[in-house]
């Protein structure tokens, strides 16, 4: 699809879903593949005794730690595309909240009660959360990089607000259902041997505008294993809290452990309570790539409130609306030729184009820094401080209807 410039497409791949789902247009090569494409980077004769990344757009993106860590002789070797999947990070935020087999945020805003809107909120936090494989990751965006879909009358916007460190800002809106979602994110990762744990920052808000209820809403950490089992694994502890109707969930995400049971993989174990008393209403357990339910304490009756099949299977691959109201700094356009050789498998290719984005962007970093010029973001405001870390909040009251669709 040609957008803006004529030398400038487009490239939109399936959104990420249930391993098991077959209908996808891009598989990576095998970890030998990469290894040996990684290897080819290393010029003979290169000094491999230094420990110390050189600074590319990737140092911050969580597989390059990965990679650092387990081949510290590679450190001097910038990441080639067989190690990402043909996308950007902006693209899989988005996708968490406009790609699924249901409309989780409309059920939100119509619940009956506070509590069927409350138990309507934790499903839909659960619903953002994807299966990751291990060993690719990404494309790290650039600073400035938007990505702008729309589903129905949901509209949703996120920016690369910050690339050192690497922050992202997402708004979407339904005018309709008079719902906002805000988030405001940043990963730092901690090697920790056998592991590295990525601590996602920042915090989610929903607000169901018409019942003037406000949810807040933390993430889990993303960690990544090497031994014994490579795998790449949601955890910790999520809280889900809305002061106006008086309720707090807390979620606990388990995973498999070399001598856990394999009951305990991708499990969720948590309760609903209300913020005056410490005694639960409900309690909730189940999968979060299978089902989740809630049980109510006071006569026992259990409903399942999330099925990941149905809500994150058959999902639909956006589609460009308006080619001409494409920006240029949208992902599937900034990322375009890069995706395009990995979906036809020609890396040379790919390799060069993504070489050319990180030449470009340093390029850009460098005529900043000789101006004295601070870059800002164009959709969000951006602050920092210590005490309360990034917080991003919206230019516009509405995100508008985006070029690019999903069909429905």
């Given at each position: 699809?040609?957008?803006?410039?004529?030398?400038?497409?487009?490239?939109?791949?399936?959104?990420?879903?249930?391993?098991?789902?077959?209908?996808?247009?891009?598989?990576?090569?095998?970890?030998?593949?990469?290894?040996?494409?990684?290897?080819?980077?290393?010029?003979?004769?290169?000094?491999?005794?230094?420990?110390?990344?050189?600074?590319?757009?990737?140092?911050?993106?969580?597989?390059?730690?990965?990679?650092?860590?387990?081949?510290?002789?590679?450190?001097?070797?910038?990441?080639?595309?067989?190690?990402?999947?043909?996308?950007?990070?902006?693209?899989?935020?988005?996708?968490?909240?406009?790609?699924?087999?249901?409309?989780?945020?409309?059920?939100?805003?119509?619940?009956?009660?506070?509590?069927?809107?409350?138990?309507?909120?934790?499903?839909?936090?659960?619903?953002?959360?994807?299966?990751?494989?291990?060993?690719?990751?990404?494309?790290?965006?650039?600073?400035?990089?938007?990505?702008?879909v729309s589903r129905g009358a949901l509209n949703v916007l996120v920016e690369q607000v910050s690339h050192h460190p690497p922050v992202s800002a997402l708004h979407a809106t339904n005018e309709e259902d008079n719902i906002e979602t805000t988030w405001c994110h940043y990963a730092v990762p901690k090697f920790y041997g056998t592991s590295i744990e990525a601590m996602v920052h920042g915090q989610k808000q929903l607000k169901l505008l018409s019942k003037d209820e406000t949810y807040v809403i933390n993430s889990p950490k993303l960690v990544i294993r090497?031994?014994?089992?490579?795998?790449?694994?949601?955890?910790?502890?999520?809280?889900?809290?809305?002061?106006?109707?008086?309720?707090?969930?807390?979620?606990?995400?388990?995973?498999?452990?070399?001598?856990?049971?394999?009951?305990?993989?991708?499990?969720?174990?948590?309760?609903?309570?209300?913020?005056?008393?410490?005694?639960?209403?409900?309690?909730?357990?189940?999968?979060?790539?299978?089902?989740?339910?809630?049980?109510?304490?006071?006569?026992?009756?259990?409903?399942?409130?999330?099925?990941?099949?149905?809500?994150?299977?058959?999902?639909?691959?956006?589609?460009?609306?308006?080619?001409?109201?494409?920006?240029?700094?949208?992902?599937?356009?900034?990322?375009?030729?890069?995706?395009?050789?990995?979906?036809?498998?020609?890396?040379?290719?790919?390799?060069?184009?993504?070489?050319?984005?990180?030449?470009?962007?340093?390029?850009?970093?460098?005529?900043?820094?000789?101006?004295?010029?601070?870059?800002?973001?164009?959709?969000?405001?951006?602050?920092?401080?210590?005490?309360?870390?990034?917080?991003?909040?919206?230019?516009?009251?509405?995100?508008?209807?985006?070029?690019?669709?999903?069909?429905?």
């Amino acid at each position: 699809v040609t957008v803006g410039d004529p030398g400038a497409s487009a490239v939109l791949t399936s959104p990420l879903s249930l391993e098991e789902e077959s209908d996808t247009n891009y598989r990576a090569p095998n970890l030998l593949q990469r290894v040996v494409s990684l290897l080819k980077n290393v010029r003979p004769g290169s000094d491999l005794t230094r420990f110390q990344a050189i600074n590319t757009v990737d140092d911050h993106n969580i597989l390059y730690y990965v990679s650092n860590m387990i081949f510290p002789v590679l450190l001097q070797v910038q990441l080639p595309p067989l190690f990402n999947i043909p996308k950007s990070q902006l693209q899989c935020y988005g996708e968490s909240v406009y790609c699924t087999g249901q409309d989780m945020l409309s059920r939100c805003a119509n619940g009956t009660s506070s509590v069927d809107r409350f138990t309507s909120v934790v499903a839909w936090s659960i619903s953002t959360l994807r299966p990751l494989a291990f060993g690719v990751a990404p494309y790290n965006p650039i600073l400035g990089e938007t990505h702008h879909v729309s589903r129905g009358a949901l509209n949703v916007l996120v920016e690369q607000v910050s690339h050192h460190p690497p922050v992202s800002a997402l708004h979407a809106t339904n005018e309709e259902d008079n719902i906002e979602t805000t988030w405001c994110h940043y990963a730092v990762p901690k090697f920790y041997g056998t592991s590295i744990e990525a601590m996602v920052h920042g915090q989610k808000q929903l607000k169901l505008l018409s019942k003037d209820e406000t949810y807040v809403i933390n993430s889990p950490k993303l960690v990544i294993r090497f031994f014994p089992i490579p795998s790449v694994d949601w955890l910790g502890n999520v809280t889900i809290r809305c002061e106006e109707s008086g309720l707090e969930a807390e979620l606990c995400y388990k995973g498999s452990s070399f001598l856990s049971r394999r009951a305990n993989y991708r499990s969720i174990r948590g309760k609903i309570t209300l913020l005056s008393s410490s005694k639960p209403i409900y309690e909730i357990s189940g999968h979060w790539d299978r089902t989740v339910t809630v049980k109510d304490t006071a006569n026992g009756k259990l409903t399942v409130i999330y099925n990941a099949k149905e809500v994150l299977s058959g999902l639909k691959t956006p589609t460009v609306k308006d080619s001409q109201g494409i920006w240029p700094s949208e992902s599937a356009v900034v990322w375009g030729e890069v995706s395009r050789g990995m979906l036809s498998k020609c890396w040379d290719k790919a390799r060069e184009a993504k070489k050319a984005i990180e030449e470009k962007e340093r390029e850009f970093v460098r005529e900043r820094e000789s101006k004295g010029e601070t870059w800002v973001s164009k959709h969000f405001r951006v602050s920092y401080s210590k005490e309360t870390g990034w917080e991003c909040s919206p230019n516009q009251k509405w995100v508008p209807p985006a070029p690019i669709v999903v069909p429905l």
